[in-house]
């Protein structure tokens, strides 16, 4: 309940708008790269407040940005496509009030709640968030979000009255030692009608130790004029995020989050070892072993298994799949119950149908293979089509390359391929046709016929015999070599 007229605003304040504020440095994570783009779970951390106010509907939602303004706005361009967001640029960090009133011009006419994120507090939850913009809409207040954590040193102290009412936010480096005491802090996390913000952040004045426009004397502001309620949260889910310790930390605790929704229906071999991305999709009992990381728009087909040391961006991989350990595959599509690895390359374009076996040491690229076709050792593939039941023997390298241009190679279904064939590209190896080991292809090999390129094999016969023989006679010209003598004593400095 808020602290002061406490009314139904009966669907007034309809529409949600969010201001994302990250301009500063981040100076703590002593880094060339803004704070907000370090990664957590290969997501830039501005990206999560960002997609967490989406995702409850927040439209239009606004980005605070100063620091490296440029290049954190391409990495948001470049997740969200144009036009899921504005920028709004504060080239000097004068303060959260003041990034706060920057933004507002920008939702001029707009009478609905207006939400406040940090770019740097990439574990806040959903719940948390819906709670506080239910709460402002309700009551028409200023909702706020409060935590307790073990060390509040640092944050702005939650004054409260007699009677539990928030009544203002005091700065530590304002603070009275008494306050100081105070152990529930502001996380830094808002929802208020718009009118009010507009107001109340037009009417800030940077008096106070630090110079700053301060967003938190809002709620002083709004204690006296339309109610402050606070919702309270975990202290690790509001936690900002300053240095690398805290990224590593905030990384651990988003993988566990993650690792443990998988398993209703996914079993980890060690889910502390496992890093699944939050876009990654992971069908019914697919397994996980150690050490597994799962990138981008990574998606496990049911019953599928992904070994240990298993590295995947973006990748495909069909129902009851097996990756074997220690395969690393990109931009790739694994057929349905196809045996990959171990020690596989699949490199971006790479598509293996169903039932395809690709073994060790084997480098795929921009390739298609077909149905039920292998190659279980030592092989280059790239720019290929393969079709269905071909065998690529051992150590087949396809020469897609002549310095200059990219060519293709073709091997129809059912074609056999021995080891050690080299396909120089473009080439194409017809339906059934074999091509016996160590053959160089240069030209098209028609259907069902039997290519072959070889040095004709000579035999010399006693030449082993003959060889030894030599040597032996070379050793007793020279005379038999003197053992190396030890020093006597050591050696005089
Ligand atoms: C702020 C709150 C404090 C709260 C704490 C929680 C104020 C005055 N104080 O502290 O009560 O306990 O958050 O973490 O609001 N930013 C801008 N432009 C600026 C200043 C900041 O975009 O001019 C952004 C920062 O990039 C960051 C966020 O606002 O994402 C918070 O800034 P930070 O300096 O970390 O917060 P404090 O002011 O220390
Ligand atoms: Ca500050």
């Not at 502001?186 to 929802?191: K, P, V």
């Not at 301060?214 to 002083?220: G, K, M, Q, S």
């Not at 071999?269 to 799962?294: T, Y």
Request: proline content about 5%; hydrophobic content about 40%; some cysteine.
């Amino acid at each position: 309940m808020p602290s002061r007229k406490p009314r139904a605003s009966n669907g007034s304040y309809a529409g949600l708008a969010a201001i994302v504020l990250a301009a500063g440095k981040g100076t703590r994570m002593r880094s060339s790269r803004a704070k907000v783009l370090h990664e957590l779970l290969g997501r830039p951390l501005v990206a999560y407040p960002v997609e967490l106010a989406r995702v409850i509907g927040a439209d239009p939602v606004l980005v605070v940005l100063g620091h490296q303004r440029e290049a954190v706005e391409a990495a948001l361009l470049a997740r969200f496509g144009i036009g899921a967001l504005s920028v709004v640029e504060q080239a000097e960090q004068r303060g959260t009030g003041h990034a706060v009133r920057l933004a507002m011009p920008a939702l001029r006419g707009f009478g609905g709640i207006v939400l406040i994120l940090y770019g740097d507090v990439p574990l806040l939850r959903r719940e948390t968030l819906q709670a506080l913009v239910g709460t402002a809409r309700r009551y028409g207040c200023l909702a706020m979000v409060t935590t307790t954590p073990p060390n509040p040193t640092g944050y702005g102290r939650v004054l409260r009255d007699q009677r539990g009412h928030v009544i203002g936010v005091v700065e530590e480096k304002d603070a009275s030692r008494e306050e100081r005491a105070i152990t529930e802090v502001n996380a830094g996390i808002y929802a208020a009608p718009a009118p009010f913000l507009r107001t109340a952040t037009g009417g800030l004045v940077a008096r106070n130790v630090q110079r700053e426009y301060y967003l938190t004397d809002v709620v002083a502001r709004a204690a006296r004029e339309i109610g402050v309620s606070a919702v309270e949260a975990d202290y690790r889910d509001v936690a900002g995020i300053n240095d690398r310790h805290q990224l590593a930390q905030a990384e651990a605790l988003m993988r566990d989050r993650i690792n443990r929704a998988w398993m209703t229906h996914v079993t980890f071999r060690d889910p502390a070892a496992a890093a699944v991305e939050p876009d990654v999709d992971l069908g019914v009992d697919v397994e996980i072993g150690r050490n597994v990381s799962l990138r981008g728009r990574t998606r496990v087909g049911h019953g599928a298994r992904i070994d240990d040391g298993v590295v995947l961006t973006d990748v495909e991989v069909g129902a009851g799949a097996q990756v074997m350990p220690y395969t690393v595959a990109a931009e790739s599509v694994i057929g349905p119950r196809a045996v990959v690895g171990p020690f596989a390359h699949l490199r971006p374009g790479t598509r293996l149908a169903a039932e395809v076996h690709v073994g060790n040491f084997v480098e795929m690229k921009n390739s298609e293979v077909g149905r039920g076709s292998k190659a279980n050792h030592l092989s280059y593939v790239g720019d290929a089509v393969v079709g269905e039941k071909v065998n690529i023997g051992a150590g087949t390298i396809t020469c897609n390359y002549d310095g200059y241009e990219k060519h293709r190679t073709v091997i129809e279904d059912q074609a056999f391929i021995g080891s050690d064939t080299q396909l120089v590209a473009p080439v194409r190896v017809g339906r059934r046709a074999v091509v016996a080991a160590g053959t160089t292809v240069t030209r098209d090999v028609p259907p069902g016929a039997l290519a072959i390129s070889r040095a004709p094999q000579i035999d010399k016969a006693g030449y082993a015999q003959k060889a030894a023989r030599r040597y032996a006679e070379k050793v007793a010209a020279k005379g038999e070599a003197k053992p190396a003598t030890k020093p006597a004593g050591k050696p005089a400095v």
